[in-house]
Nanobody
Framework: QVQLVESGGGLVQAGGSLRLSCAAS????????MGWFRQAPGKEREFVAA????????TYADSVKGRFTISRDNAKNMVSLKMETLKPDDTAVYYC?????????????????WGQGTQVTVSS
């Protein structure tokens, strides 16, 4: 049974930082591209960042480029999202997702498995 479990969310002031983690189990982690998406109230789930399975190529949404960093640790079956210079617009539930042999795609439909999400709230 595949499980993706996010952690690290919370309440932070604008300009602050958070680090999200996603622990994966039940899948051959090293063969999956991993992505982060987010969904704010009343909005569709949107792409944030992704990292490919083989080369570690990364992709970022324009809105987070230069502020967020995605990384993976295949030995620990974990993917992380370091978020800096947070803004109130970053407030959302953040989801981790896995894409079999993916290339760090930005489309939700490319991803096979999803976590339950972790809430990030940025106060102004």
């Amino acid at each position: 049974q595949v499980q993706l479990v996010e952690s690290g969310g919370g309440l932070v002031q604008a300009g602050g930082s958070l680090r999200l983690s996603c622990a994966a189990s039940g899948l051959r982690f090293s063969r999956y591209a991993m992505g982060w998406f987010r969904q704010a109230p009343g909005k569709e789930r949107e792409f944030v960042a992704a990292i490919s399975w083989r080369s570690g190529t990364t992709t970022y949404a324009d809105s987070v480029k230069g502020r967020f960093t995605i990384s993976r640790d295949n030995a620990k079956n974990m993917v992380s999202l370091k978020m800096e210079t947070l803004k109130p617009d970053d407030t959302a539930v953040y989801y981790c997702a896995a894409d079999w042999m993916g290339q760090a795609g930005t489309s939700r439909s490319q991803y096979d498995y999803w976590g339950q999400g972790t809430q990030v709230t940025v106060s102004s």
